[in-house]
Structure formats: C-alpha cells, structure tokens
C-alpha cells in the first residue's frame, strides 16, 4: 500500500485502552496467558473484513489481523515484532502517516493506492486507512493503531463516473463547436482544434469533394478527396507542421486505409505499422518521407457519417512519446466524429449550396452592361457574410433606340440556390419586354403578369429607371424597392418620391410612374435593401443616412460607390448589398 492520500477528517477508531489490552494479549499469546474477555476480541478483530494492524513507538507490529496479512501478502508471525516500513518496503509513505500520527496525536484518515502481492490479476488497488495514536492511562505513547478498508470498487465507479461526465462533456462541446457554423472550413477547424492536442499529435480532415470524389464507392478504388482543416501539436518539428494545407486535393490509392474506411464506414487503427503498411499510407514518395520524419508511431482513421452515407474521414496520428491508440481511445474518438459528422455534413451542403448560389449570380452579374449613349455607369456587388444565404439580388442596364437607357435593380425574396435561379427568369423577362419599348410603369405590369402566369414560387422587388439624357429627364417606378438616390449638379442628395407598386409574382398589377428631371451631370444610385435595413431597426433610419451621405454629382462613380459601402454596409451583412450607379453627361 502506497502513495496515501490524507484526509482531514478525524475518522474514530477502537478505544486506546482496548488496542493497549490488545497489545498485551498479542504479547500474552505465545505463553496462553492473555485473559478470555481479550480473547474474545481478538475474536472478533480476526472475524472482521477491516484490516486492522496495532504498531509500537518504533512501528514495529505487536497486533495485526489476517486481513492485513492477506494485503501484505505476508503470514501473521512474519509481521509481529518487525518495523512497518522493513515488513512492507513500499510502505515509506504510509509509515510517515504513522510517524505523524505519533507525533502530533491527531488521528487522519488517508486513501493507499497499490498492488496486493497474491492478486494474479496485478491490478491497481484503493484502501481507506484510519491511524491514531495510543495512550496509557498516565498519557504515556504506547504506539498507533490502524484499521484500513479497501475502497477499490467505490473509487472505480466513482472515476468512471467523472470518466463519463466528461465524456458527455467533450461530445456536448464538439456538437456546439462543430454544429455552431455553416462554414464547412469552420466547422472541420473545429473538430481538428479539438483533437489536437488533447487526443493526438497530429489531425485533419479530408471530405468528398463535389469536383473529385462526389460519392464514397461501394469498393475501394482511388479517391480524390478535399483536405479541409490541419492541425498538429506545438511540438512538432518544422518544416513539418503541417504536413499538408488546408484546400488541397489529396489522392488517396484503392489499397490505402482511407479507401477502406470510406468504404467500410469502420475505423482502422494501426499501432507502429511496418514499413510496407506506412508505404501504403501515403500517395506520394515526398508525403512518405514526411510522414517518417514526423515519427509518426500510431494512426487511426474514423469515417464521417451523416445520414447513414460518408461525407469524409478523419485521420489522427500520434508521435515519439505520445502512447498507442487503445480500444477506449478508438471508442471514444468513435462517438466524438460521429457527433461532430452531423454538423460537418450540414455545413458541407449549405457550403455547396452558398457557392453554387454565389457563382450563378456572379455569373449573371458579369454579363457586359453596355449603357445607351450619353450614360456611364458603375456597379458593385457585396455579397452576405460566411454562415448567410446568398440572396437573389441583381443589377441590369439595357440600352434602347432613340439614345435611351434602362437600369434595372432588383432583389428575388429568398436565398439560396432558388433565389439565384429565379433572379436570372426576372432578370431575363425585364430585358425582353424593355427591348418592346414599354413604358416602365406597362413595363412592371407585363412582367407581374408573366410572371405570375409562369407560377415563378418566388416574387421580386425592383426599380426601374429610364434615362433620356437627350430630353433631360429619367422616369422612375418601383415594384416593393427601395427609392433611388438622386444627386443633381449644386444640390443634396434626396431620396426619389415614388408611388410604390406590389412587388412582382403577386399578380396585383397597379403600377405608376414619375418623371424627374436629368439635368446633364446628374448622378442616380440605385441599390437593394441589404444596404439600408437592419434588423430591429427602422428602415427609414437606413434611408436617412444614405440621403446625408456627403455625395455630389461630380464624384467619380467608384469612389461614390466605395464611401456608400464603407459608410452603410454592415460588416458580415445577412443580405446581399448591390449597387448600380449612373450619370448622365
């Protein structure tokens, strides 16, 4: 018994004028002189499943019972008259207990930690030990007495229920972290950061690449996969931290573990593989000679399982000192991917939906814009912050005959793929029925109809502003958008006066238009509410700040355009912000 924990209660134990008379009998045994009423206790101290032990000034053993030579692994009579610490050489802990014990008269209660010599399991074991001090009737020391309990199985459960506790703590922590983001990055950085270090040296994440391998096949083939986050511990050597970045296309062969696991959707672990097997580890001859300089003893792969379908791997390695991976280990690194896979795979699908969404509109955006003459125009497009939708959000000019030019803002309610597609059906049907020649005010209405007639399952805002620097003027109306800003030559913004109209899709139709004048030199912003609403926040306290905006007509239009976004904009905006800019010369 060693290594004792000392605690500060006072723990009762036999009345010192008993263990004095039971020293005495100890003395007494030999000779059959001890009287019966002692013998009667030892009786019962022999009877008892406390180990029970009475020491001398010296520690020397003048009592003890069969359950504390059953601990000690030692007969009865190879204890009496020998000091504690020549009996029991790994007791030197314990004997300082006594020794204090002797000294100070305060009784304490400590916890041993050990291995019983006659256990073939040679297991770890916990004891419970009360020492105190012996008296005479004078108050003269006579020794210490000690009964000790073992508590092995209570501390078991007790560690395996923190064991537990912290467990549920850990996977509750990776379902935040790891499900608390849309970003795909984001989310597989999480998972890394919380393997690395607490469970391994080294971690990344690899997952099915919509460009590479879209689906795990059904044997194992070659995969090319996307490396999404890295992550190794402070000790590791450089240039080798980390082995690969984050973004890259690995491919990895048919006989390789990662081509099992996507296939198997089980883990597999290999503690210090042999050579032939770490070949098989790596794609390439260069990633093998880092692998091995990384001495990298143990890796295990889990797949990533969302929806009973793999969405990708993890592989976690451990270096020089770190041990093997145990089955406790794979199991509790089992229940940890797979809580963190959930999320992982949500973000993967918003993440191929968020790109697919921004590439169609930014591909629809590109399109030439060639303005009618007398017209130049400028344009920007700020799409949502990471973890928000892509919306529905375009800009258009058309030029028309007689030197006329039509600009077109508009915002499809909505986000996502969805959106962006029924943005381009808008976007499109404006510009055919312009080339008619409609009115804007017909205009709106022709589209509303079609629109409605085509069952579009989304409507649309959106501004219509046709310029005629020729006559001078520009005639503006809106579906449901936001007003135009106009800035003439020598006056203040303000904000277009427009009867506003139901946005498009609805079918209401009851559309109006207004006539301004255009005086040469003056400049038109256009734009979509991302720009001007907040949540929780008047929308009129938007327009009003975008109408203080210390603009003039003679502004060049990018730089009008970049003071609106670092003036209004917000920093991680849920909505897009567009902006389309014109000025007559």
């Not at 059953?70 to 204890?79: F, I, R, S, T």
Request: charge should be negative; aromatic fraction near 4%.
């Amino acid at each position: 018994m060693t290594h004792p924990r000392v605690s500060g209660r006072s723990t009762p134990g036999l009345p010192s004028e008993t263990l004095r008379e039971l020293s005495e009998a100890a003395r007494l045994a030999a000779t059959g002189q001890a009287p019966a009423e002692l013998w009667a206790a030892r009786r019962f101290l022999e009877g008892t499943q406390a180990a029970i032990a009475v020491l001398d000034t010296e520690l020397r053993y003048l009592y003890l019972n069969e359950a504390l030579a059953d601990v000690n692994g030692l007969p009865v009579q190879e204890h009496l008259g020998r000091p504690m610490p020549e009996v029991i050489p790994g007791s030197g802990a314990s004997a300082e207990v006594a020794r204090e014990v002797l000294r100070t008269g305060r009784p304490q209660t400590v916890v041993f930690d050990g291995r019983v010599p006659v256990d073939p399991a040679d297991v770890q074991r916990w004891w419970l030990g009360a020492f105190h001090r012996l008296a005479g009737d004078n108050g003269e020391i006579l020794g210490v007495a000690a009964v000790v309990m073992e508590v092995t199985e209570g501390i078991r459960q007790r560690e395996s229920l923190r064991r537990a506790q912290a467990r549920l703590e850990l996977l509750e922590e990776t379902a935040a972290r790891v499900g608390g983001t849309l970003d795909a990055a984001d989310a597989c950085r999480a998972l890394t950061d919380l393997l690395v270090p607490r469970f391994a040296d080294y971690a990344v994440v690899d997952v099915l690449d919509p460009e590479g391998t879209r689906r795990a096949p059904a044997t194992p083939v070659p995969v090319r996969l996307r490396r999404m986050a890295v992550a190794a511990a402070p000790g590791m050597p450089e240039p080798l931290a980390p082995v690969t970045r984050s973004g890259e296309v690995i491919f990895h062969q048919a006989t390789s573990s990662m081509a099992r696991v996507l296939t198997g959707h089980k883990p597999v672990v290999l503690n210090r593989p042999d050579d032939d097997t770490v070949r098989l580890l790596a794609p390439t001859r260069r990633r093998l000679e880092r692998y091995r300089a990384l001495e990298l003893h143990s890796v295990a792969y889990l797949p990533l399982m969302a929806g009973g379908e793999p969405v990708g791997a993890v592989i976690v390695g451990r270096r020089a000192d770190s041990p093997e991976f145990t089955q406790d280990d794979v199991e509790l690194l089992e229940q940890l991917t797979s809580r963190a896979a959930t999320g992982i795979g949500h973000a993967l699908r918003y993440t191929h939906e968020h790109e697919t969404a921004l590439e169609m509109q930014r591909a629809f955006l590109a399109t030439p814009h060639i303005p009618g003459p007398g017209v130049e125009i400028a344009s920007r497009y700020l799409p949502a912050g990471r973890g928000a939708e892509v919306g529905g959000d375009w800009y258009d000019a058309v030029a028309l005959p007689c030197g006329r030019t039509l600009l077109v803002v508009g915002d499809v309610m909505g986000h996502g793929v969805r959106a962006a597609a029924a943005m381009s059906e808008y976007r499109s049907l404006l510009r055919a029925l312009a080339l008619q020649g409609l009115a804007p005010d017909r205009l709106l209405a022709e589209a509303d109809r079609t629109a409605h007639a085509l069952d579009l399952d989304r409507v649309a805002t959106c501004v219509l502003a046709l310029l005629d620097p020729a006559a001078g003027h520009v005639v503006l109306a809106t579906a449901g958008h936001v007003p135009p800003l106009l800035v003439r030559p020598g006056t203040a913004p303000e904000l277009a006066d427009l009867p506003v109209g139901p946005p498009l899709g609805t079918g209401f139709g009851g559309y109006d238009s207004r006539l301004c004048p255009l005086p040469p030199g003056t400049l038109l912003l256009a734009y979509t509410d991302g720009l001007v609403e907040r949540r929780g926040e008047d929308i009129d306290i938007g327009l009003a700040a975008l109408a203080a905006m210390p603009i003039t007509a003679a502004h060049a239009l990018p730089d009008v355009l970049n003071a609106v976004l670092d003036r209004l904009a917000p920093a991680g905006s849920e909505d897009d912000v567009t902006l389309l800019a014109a000025r007559t010369l």
